[in-house]
Each structure stands twice: as C-alpha cells, then as structure tokens.
C-alpha cells in the first residue's frame, strides 16, 4: 500500500494479527476501493468513529474490513478534524450507508457524498451529537423532555 499509495499511508502496524493502517483521510475513497478491488475486502463489517477532543484532527475515523477469500481482517484509520469532510465510502460497500448515517448522528462526522446523510437513531430536532465528549447530555435530554413530550425528566 506504501508503495501504491506513498505518503497517504501514515502507518501501519499489526495488533492481535490485524493489520491496522493509518490514512490520510482525503484518500479514503481511493483507498478503500484499493482495499475491495485489489485487496479482497469484500465486507465491510463496521465504520464508527473515536473522539479525541484536546487533538486536532479530533476524530479517528474506524473501518473494519474483512476478506472472505483471504479469511483476513483490516482497520483503517483515518484522522478527521472536527468540520472536515469525509469522503463517503457507500458506493464502495453499501453497508456504509447506515454505518455513516449513524456516525453523523452520534459524532458530527459529515460524509461528502454520502446519497442522504441525515439521522438515523436521534429524533431529527435533537441537538449536538451525543457521543462526542464535550456533550452535556442531560441538559440536552432534559429540555427535549420537556419540549417533547411535556413532562419533567427523571434525570
């Protein structure tokens, strides 16, 4: 992949037997089409995100991989600054639709080219993204409580 790729390739690295390889995360499309096309990743069994709110590029963005004919797994990672794009990879495997779908909602992360990136698990008035660390999650809860469903949280 250094070679193909060069700089874009950050690092790589193998934990428990998992190859895990940091991106940079303008290339992840090219990349992740590499890793089907070339490489067997035929699946794509996760795509979540990890925030780390005192780092610059705040958040890591995580794709699981795995290969049937090569019976093999693979991490991408890639960091994300907190209103940095990220390409979407839907077109890649399908199953990222819902996957990015969920770490728009929970993170921020916004996926450009995503075909209709919106929330999927908050009510679509929710504010913020729960999952980031900064997130006051009561105070949040409480007011849509209230807003909502007209009665006092049990917070």
Known sequence: MKSRFGEAI?????????????????????????????ETFDMLTDLTAVDWPKREKRF???????SFP??????LKAYA??????PSVCEIWPAANWLERECYDM???VFEGHPDLKRILMPD???????RKDYDILTQDTAWIRENL??????
């Open 81 to 86: 600054a907190e209103n940095e794009p990220v």
């Open 125 to 131: 008035e929710w504010e913020g993204h729960p999952l």
């Open 10 to 38: 950050r690092e790589a690295s193998l934990d428990r037997k998992q190859a895990i390889v940091l991106i940079d995360v303008a290339r992840l499309r090219e990349i992740s089409r590499f890793c089907r096309d070339e």
């Open 70 to 75: 090569k019976n093999e797994r693979l991490r």
């Open 60 to 66: 890591d963005i995580i794709l699981n991989l795995y």
């Open 150 to 155: 007209g009665i006092e949280s049990g917070q």
């Open 107 to 109: 993170f921020g992360t």
